[in-house]
Structures are given as structure tokens and as C-alpha cells.
């Protein structure tokens, strides 16, 4: 039995750069007040194609959906924007506080070609903040990024910022867009000939060679704000600049999701070929309203948690930490029966141990303490049990001391603790 196209396992040799990832990124959502938000995998079809769009890639060909077995239209999430606010409306949260901040991780599914970098089950770390109008948490979210990139140690990054507008500049903007697709519809993919009608801005996403050349010198939404999201994106900027944060205005991103308004971005790297966005944002204060909630701004992004830790394992940023402070190598039955019990209380007190069970010759044992990478070893045997003198190795040094038997667990906790 094999996995299915583009779902893959990821396996324990592989797990250390995610768990770092993790743990860096809820630190920093823990710093900045973000609580942890967890949602179903499964969800109403009808909340995707609402909020993504009817007419995006996403809803019109990605989505993995199928009725259950009485009929009901459902789908594996293929993001987590429009389920958190599914949730915020549906526990009114706005009620009690409308200012709220969540992340999460897990997986998501879109049926996507796989490639490296593509999945169709995919991981991402997303946040989101509800009911924050203000430019300014624009700004965080990308300078937030900005500094969880810089704490895993990741160079190559280019942050491209836009802004999308509002409903209110919207009409101005796809006009001339309109304007200017007129003369090269026959240009057009069968696709986007299609969603001229119904969505034209979705044309400017279409990653088809013979659109992406019609569209040279299209307009962009940044030359047709209003006032209002003209004074909202120079915000974002000034702050962005007054921090240092490395980025550049891109009129030519869109994002590939309907409900995004005024600022939008994405991170991308030079190291990963084709797939180089590793995170992409954007407010979208028209969302929470749309799927039945009070008028709510909100903002948010998501991390691609395969591509980021794809991108470290180039970098080859994550050095061959070890996972194991000692290693008990006990001969014969009298040495094991301690050994058993200095492990579970080395363990208990942290101090990362292991005993080989199978009663294996020293020799052998010396070797898989050097396959786990111990940075230690403790050799006991019938000899050194009756001189009351049991030998620790450093692996790192080959430096050998004595210890004795009396307090060996506490001995021991002080000359291995980090
Ligand atoms: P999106 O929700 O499309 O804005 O995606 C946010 C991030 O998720 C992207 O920047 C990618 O890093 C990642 N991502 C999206 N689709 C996939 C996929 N099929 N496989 C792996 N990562 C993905």
C-alpha cells in the first residue's frame, strides 16, 4: 500500500525543523497575544465557495468534495481564513470582544499537480485578527513574519506588498481593467474569457504563459484607491520602513483568493524554483459579513509549512542537534535491572536516556550509542557494579571519568545538564 498522490508522510528523521518552527512561531504569536484556535478538517462546501470565491482556481478545480452518505455537500479545508470566521461568527465572539487574534496549524488539502514544494495535503501556520481597522496591524503582521523568518535564521526573503483597494475604489479600477481586456479577449485563455464576465480581477492570477503576456501593462488597483485605502497603504509602508523591514511594492499581486481587500503580500524566496511564495496575507474586511457576522475588519496570513521547512533543509540551518544525553550501556542482568531504573529517573527529571533491552555485546552497544548520537555514555557491568566505579564517556571529548555508584542519578544530573 502506498500513499495517495501528493500526500506524503513525514517521517520522525524529518520532524526536528518542524518542531522548531513551531515552537518559534507560537512563542512569537504568544508574545504578540495571539491565542491557539483549533478547527475541523471538514466543513460545509458552501463556506469555501462564499468566501474564497466561485470563480477561483481554489473552489472551481482544488477542492477535494464530496457528499457524505446522506447527501451532504463537504469539503477538506483548502485554507483556514473562512473556517476561523466561521467560527467567530458562529460563537459570536465578536459579542463579548470583537478584537480577537488566533493561530493554528494542520493540514490542508487542495488537488493541486504535486511538485516539490505542491501538495495536495499540505501543512500551514496561519493567524488571524478579527475587528482591527487600523493600518498599523497590517504592519505588525508583516514585520511578525518578518521576524520569525530572521529567528529561524532564514536569509533570501523578499516581502512584495500591495494593496487591492476597497468596494469603493473597486468599480474605478475594474473598468479600466475591463478597459484594457477588451481589445485582447482573443488573447485570453478559454478560462479567463470566461471570468471576464463574472470575476475580471481573477484574470490577473491566471498563471496561463498567453494571459500573463496579454496582461503586460495591465492597471493595477494601487493607481485607482480611494482616498481612504490610499492613506491605509502609505501607513503600512512608512511603518514598514521606520522598522527596516525589507520589502517592495508589487502592483502586479493578487493573491489567488476573492475576499481579500486593501493590503495584500506575500513572502517569497529565490531558493525554492517555482514555488516561491512561503507565506501570503492580506485583510479581507468584507469576509466576516459576507458569511452572516457583523461588519468586522479583519487580516490575516498564512506560513507554507512544507516549503519554510524545505527552505531551512537548504539552508541546512538545522545543525545535527542530539536527541539523546546518555546512553546506559548495560552488561549482563544486574546492570540492566539498574539501568532500567536510572533511565525512567534520569527521564523524569529530563536528562534524555536510553538502555539497550536486547542484552547486546559492549561493542555493539558503543556502536548504536554512536547511531543515536549520545552525548554520553555509562558503561556498567558485573566488574564495575562490584568496584562500585562505573565508567561516563564523553563522546564528543572520548574523555572517560569514574562515578559511583552512591547518588549516581543526581551525580549524574549535574554533569549532564545543559
Ligand atoms: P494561500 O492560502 O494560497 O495564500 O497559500 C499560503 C501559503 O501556503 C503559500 O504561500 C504556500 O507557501 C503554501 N501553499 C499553498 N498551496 C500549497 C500546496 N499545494 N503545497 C504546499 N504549500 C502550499
Known amino acids: 500500500m502506498q500513499t495517495i498522490r501528493g500526500f506524503r508522510d513525514i517521517l520522525p528523521e524529518q520532524i526536528s525543523l518542524w518542531q522548531r518552527v513551531e515552537k518559534e512561531a507560537f512563542a512569537l504569536f504568544d508574545s504578540f497575544g495571539f491565542k491557539e484556535i483549533r478547527i475541523p478538517v471538514l466543513e460545509k462546501t458552501d463556506l469555501f465557495a462564499r468566501s474564497i470565491g466561485e470563480t477561483t482556481d481554489i473552489v472551481e478545480k482544488e477542492m477535494y468534495t464530496f457528499p457524505d452518505s446522506k447527501g451532504a455537500h463537504l469539503t477538506l479545508r483548502p485554507e483556514a ?13 465578536y459579542a463579548e470582544d470583537p478584537v480577537r487574534k488566533f493561530y493554528m496549524t494542520g493540514p490542508m488539502f487542495r488537488r493541486e499537480r504535486p511538485q516539490k514544494g505542491r501538495y495536495r495535503q499540505f501543512y500551514q501556520i496561519d493567524a488571524e485578527v478579527f475587528g482591527i481597522e487600523s493600518a498599523y496591524i497590517d504592519a505588525q503582521l508583516i514585520f511578525l513574519l518578518n521576524e520569525l523568518f530572521k529567528r529561524l535564521g532564514l536569509t533570501g526573503l523578499s516581502a512584495h506588498v500591495n494593496s487591492l483597494g476597497c468596494p469603493e475604489c473597486r468599480p474605478s479600477f475594474q473598468k479600466a481593467l475591463l478597459d484594457f481586456l477588451g481589445e485582447r479577449k482573443d488573447a485570453l485563455c478559454e478560462n479567463c474569457a470566461r471570468r471576464i464576465k463574472k470575476n475580471p480581477l481573477r484574470i490577473l492570477d491566471c498563471k496561463v504563459e498567453s494571459c500573463q503576456r496579454a496582461l ?82 479583519a487580516i490575516g496570513f498564512a506560513i507554507g509549512f512544507d516549503r519554510l521547512v524545505e527552505v531551512l533543509e537548504q539552508l541546512e540551518l538545522e545543525s545535527k542537534r542530539s536527541s539523546l544525553d546518555l546512553f546506559i550501556v548495560a552488561l549482563g542482568d544486574a546492570a540492566l535491572a539498574k539501568g532500567y531504573l536510572w533511565s525512567c529517573e534520569l527521564n523524569q527529571n529530563g536528562i534524555r536516556t536510553e538502555v539497550d533491552f536486547r542484552g547486546k555485546s559492549l561493542k555493539s552497544l558503543m556502536k548504536r550509542a554512536n547511531k543515536l548520537n549520545a552525548t554520553h555514555v555509562l558503561i556498567v557491568g558485573e566488574n564495575e557494579l562490584n568496584k562500585n566505579q562505573l565508567i561516563l564517556r564523553n563522546m564528543d571529548t572520548k574523555e572517560q571519568s569514574f562515578i559511583s555508584l552512591d547518588n549516581l542519578v543526581s551525580e549524574l544530573m549535574t554533569s549532564l545538564k545543559k
Open 216 to 297: 503586460s501593462g495591465a492597471p493595477a488597483t494601487i493607481d485607482h484607491l480611494c482616498p481612504a485605502c490610499d492613506d491605509h497603504f502609505s501607513i503600512v509602508r512608512s511603518a514598514l520602513k521606520k522598522q527596516g523591514v525589507d520589502f517592495m511594492v508589487d502592483k502586479s499581486l493578487v493573491r489567488g483568493l476573492d475576499y481579500y481587500t486593501r493590503t495584500a503580500w506575500e513572502i517569497k524566496t529565490t531558493t525554492l524554483g517555482a514555488q516561491s511564495a512561503v507565506a501570503g496575507g492580506g485583510r479581507y474586511d468584507g469576509l466576516v459579513k459576507e458569511l452572516g457576522g457583523p461588519a468586522t475588519p
Open 81 to 93: 481564513t473562512a473556517s476561523i470566521c466561521r467560527s467567530y461568527i458562529q460563537h459570536k465572539m
